[in-house]
């Protein structure tokens, strides 16, 4: 298990935009290099939904729901992983969680998102 610190997120009109970031710092960068990585959303009364995947070797997948809006991205160097939600949407309000290797791996702390209409 990794610590994982999420920071970022809060409170935004609809169409507006917001960063959230997932910071390993106690992770060996070469470790880091090879972790696959998530951005997960729970909203209120629903199942937890898989939001973007960032594969081992760079390859990313979308939600249909957030598709051309969200972007999952990394920086290795500095040991952090993003989730750039642009046009964010009432139905995108949910508690959102960053993920190393599954389910079974390590996961942030949460973060809110609250998208006024």
């Known amino acids: 298990q990794v610590e994982l610190v999420q920071s970022g997120g809060g409170l935004v009109q609809a169409g507006g935009s917001l960063k959230l970031s997932c910071l390993a710092s106690?992770?060996?960068?070469?470790?880091?290099?090879?972790?696959?990585m998530a951005w997960y959303r729970q909203a209120p009364g629903k199942e937890r939904e898989l939001v973007a995947t960032?594969?081992?070797?760079?390859?990313?997948n979308y939600a249909d729901s957030v598709k051309g809006r969200f972007t999952i991205s990394k920086n290795n160097s500095r040991k952090t992983l993003y989730l750039q939600m642009n046009n964010l949407q009432p139905e995108d309000t949910a508690i959102y969680y960053c993920?190393?290797?599954?389910?079974?791996?390590?996961w942030g702390q949460g973060t809110q998102v609250t998208v006024s209409s």
């Open positions: 993920n190393f290797n599954g389910e079974l791996g390590s």
């Open positions: 106690r992770m060996i960068t070469s470790t880091f290099w090879g972790q696959a």
């Open positions: 960032l594969s081992t070797e760079g390859r990313t």
